[in-house]
C-alpha cells in the first residue's frame, strides 16, 4: 500500500517520537523514495531537530538558561526520558 503525502507526514512526526512500527517505517522509505516533495518535508523536520538539539547544548554550555527554568533534577530526568524514547 502506498501512503498519501498527508499520511506521510503524519508519520514522519510520529518516528519522530520513536513511534513506528516496522510496517510503518518501511512503508514510510518506499514512499520518500517516490516523493521528492516530502523527502523535502523530511530533511526540513531533520534539519529542525537537529538545530534544536544543538542550540539547547549551547545553551547549556554557555550557561544562558532563562531565569525561569526548570531544576536540574527535573532537566536530568527529561532527558533521561528522552535518551531511553530515543530511536537511534
Not at 547544548?57 to 531544576?71: C, F, G, K, T, V
Amino acid at each position: 500500500m502506498m501512503y498519501s503525502c498527508k499520511q506521510a507526514t503524519e508519520l514522519m512526526s510520529l518516528s519522530l517520537d520513536g513511534k513506528l512500527s516496522l510496517y510503518q517505517r518501511v512503508a514510510l522509505k518506499i514512499h520518500l523514495l517516490m516523493c521528492k516533495f516530502c523527502t523535502r518535508c523530511w530533511k526540513q523536520l531533520l534539519f529542525v531537530r537537529d538545530a534544536v538539539h544543538k542550540c539547547s547544548e549551547r545553551a547549556e554550555e554557555m550557561d544562558i538558561m532563562p531565569e525561569h527554568s526548570l531544576s536540574a533534577e527535573a532537566c536530568e530526568r527529561i532527558k533521561n526520558a528522552l535518551k531511553e524514547e530515543s530511536p537511534s
